[in-house]
């Protein structure tokens, strides 16, 4: 789809430079938003349509609109990197609007192709590309995080798929997900909620699943964690994921193993580069069910050697300590984290252009 099938309404009033560059200092997460939105229209009898790029500002939806009600959502997490040479690039686009579309099939929303999703993506960055920070180093993060999501905006309280639903695509320039960026983060095990049900929505990038983790959050933060770690809904025994990031193990002979994917754990595209990254250093990454026993047991004896957490937002972030309502479980080994490090330096060298990009997983914006 190419870029000028989005009508352009051009912003009258966009943030002036100084401005923007003094928010591109210091970004946090998901506190600013640049100029424009992508949106693209659905209904049942048209189909996709009316592609444009607009000023980015509150959307009117009727009070009766379904994604209210029935939180029929779906959404995405991707980023835009600049290189060196000023060019702007993303990062497995594809595995996105893959992922989007499983999304779009369990939630009951239309399908959105690969152009439509990459193609909205190439026009807002047409218009809001001075928004992509600048890395200050190769330790730097930095990026334009992009938030794809599709929400049903017909005006009916009866309980069946939206005939009327909307896309769109806003952007917020990004530092560290985390406030202490790569030090280790401490996670809560949450013993009361479960995240997901075999069956459910859990592989699905939906509101809701995170809407449901926000009860154990409340209480990672009271524990001084900012995570939860999320355990199977059947046996409360195996790890799933972290409710916004795929979680992965390091042993001390050197083996690496991540939850394998299951219909309750999302199938992070950070978590599949890392398996590809790990293959290519030699590393033989295992996918494998991993009780919260072999997490407790290998950490006392120092079996595991490291814990990190993967994601868009995250990149790759080493996990310190699990804490429980037993007690506080400390990595005894390993705790500047080698492999988490090493892993994250390929994958943000990849993606800002610093490595060769042998698997072709760039894409210029
Ligand atoms: C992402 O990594 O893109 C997510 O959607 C997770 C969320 C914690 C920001």
């Given at each position: 789809?190419?870029?000028?099938?989005?009508?352009?309404?051009?912003?009258?009033?966009?943030?002036?430079?100084?401005?923007?560059?003094?928010?591109?200092?210091?970004?946090?997460?998901?506190?600013?938003?640049?100029d424009?939105?992508?949106?693209?229209?659905?209904?049942?009898?048209?189909?996709?349509?009316?592609?444009?790029?607009?000023?980015?500002?509150?959307?009117?939806?009727?009070?009766?609109?379904?994604v209210?009600?029935?939180a029929?959502e779906?959404?995405?997490?991707?980023?835009?990197?600049?290189?060196?040479?000023?060019?702007?690039?993303?990062?497995?686009?594809?595995?996105?609007?893959?992922?989007?579309?499983?999304?779009?099939?369990?939630?009951?929303?239309?399908?959105?192709?690969?152009?439509?999703?990459?193609?909205?993506?190439k026009?807002?960055?047409?218009?809001?590309?001075?928004?992509?920070?600048?890395?200050?180093?190769a330790?730097?993060?930095?990026?334009?995080?992009?938030?794809?999501?599709?929400?049903?905006?017909?005006?009916?309280?009866?309980?069946?798929?939206?005939?009327?639903?909307?896309?769109?695509?806003?952007?917020?320039?990004?530092?560290?997900?985390?406030k202490?960026?790569?030090?280790p983060?401490?996670?809560?095990?949450?013993?009361?909620?479960?995240?997901?049900?075999?069956?459910?929505?859990?592989?699905?990038?939906?509101?809701?699943?995170?809407?449901?983790?926000?009860?154990?959050?409340?209480?990672?933060?009271?524990?001084?964690?900012?995570?939860?770690?999320?355990?199977?809904?059947?046996e409360?025994?195996?790890?799933?994921?972290?409710?916004?990031?795929?979680?992965?193990?390091?042993?001390?002979?050197?083996?690496?193993?991540?939850?394998?994917?299951?219909?309750?754990?999302?199938?992070?595209?950070?978590?599949?580069?890392?398996?590809?990254?790990?293959?290519d250093?030699?590393?033989?990454?295992?996918?494998?069910?991993?009780?919260?026993?072999?997490?407790?047991?290998?950490?006392?004896?120092?079996?595991?050697?490291?814990?990190?957490?993967?994601?868009?937002?995250?990149?790759?972030?080493?996990?310190?300590?699990?804490?429980?309502?037993?007690?506080?479980?400390?990595?005894?080994?390993?705790?500047?984290?080698?492999?988490?490090?090493?892993?994250?330096?390929?994958?943000?060298?990849?993606?800002?252009?610093?490595?060769?990009?042998?698997?072709?997983?760039?894409?210029?914006?």
């Amino acid at each position: 789809m190419p870029t000028d099938s989005f009508d352009l309404q051009p912003n009258a009033t966009p943030t002036a430079s100084p401005i923007r560059e003094d928010i591109l200092k210091n970004p946090g997460f998901g506190r600013y938003f640049t100029d424009h939105m992508a949106h693209v229209r659905w209904t049942l009898d048209a189909g996709w349509h009316g592609r444009e790029v607009r000023p980015y500002g509150p959307l009117t939806l009727d009070p009766a609109a379904a994604v209210l009600h029935y939180a029929q959502e779906i959404f995405e997490g991707i980023k835009a990197y600049r290189h060196a040479d000023g060019s702007v690039w993303t990062f497995r686009p594809e595995k996105n609007a893959e992922r989007f579309r499983r999304s779009a099939h369990r939630l009951a929303l239309p399908e959105l192709s690969d152009a439509d999703f990459i193609g909205s993506l190439k026009a807002l960055l047409a218009q809001d590309h001075a928004w992509v920070p600048t890395p200050k180093s190769a330790a730097d993060e930095c990026s334009l995080y992009l938030r794809p999501f599709m929400i049903a905006s017909e005006k009916f309280l009866g309980v069946r798929p939206a005939h009327e639903v909307d896309y769109y695509v806003i952007a917020s320039p990004a530092a560290a997900y985390f406030k202490g960026g790569v030090e280790p983060v401490s996670i809560w095990l949450s013993s009361h909620y479960n995240r997901a049900a075999p069956g459910g929505t859990g592989f699905a990038k939906c509101g809701g699943n995170y809407a449901a983790s926000l009860a154990a959050q409340k209480e990672a933060s009271a524990h001084d964690c900012g995570q939860v770690a999320f355990l199977d809904a059947r046996e409360n025994k195996w790890i799933e994921e972290l409710g916004g990031m795929n979680l992965f193990f390091v042993f001390k002979d050197g083996r690496i193993a991540t939850p394998r994917l299951t219909d309750t754990i999302l199938e992070g595209v950070t978590r599949d580069s890392v398996l590809t990254l790990a293959r290519d250093e030699g590393l033989s990454p295992e996918e494998r069910p991993i009780s919260i026993d072999e997490w407790r047991e290998g950490a006392a004896s120092g079996e595991i050697t490291e814990v990190f957490a993967c994601g868009t937002a995250a990149v790759i972030t080493p996990v310190g300590e699990l804490v429980t309502e037993e007690g506080r479980i400390r990595l005894t080994a390993g705790s500047d984290n080698p492999i988490a490090k090493r892993l994250r330096t390929k994958l943000l060298d990849l993606q800002y252009g610093r490595a060769e990009d042998t698997h072709g997983w760039l894409t210029k914006l």
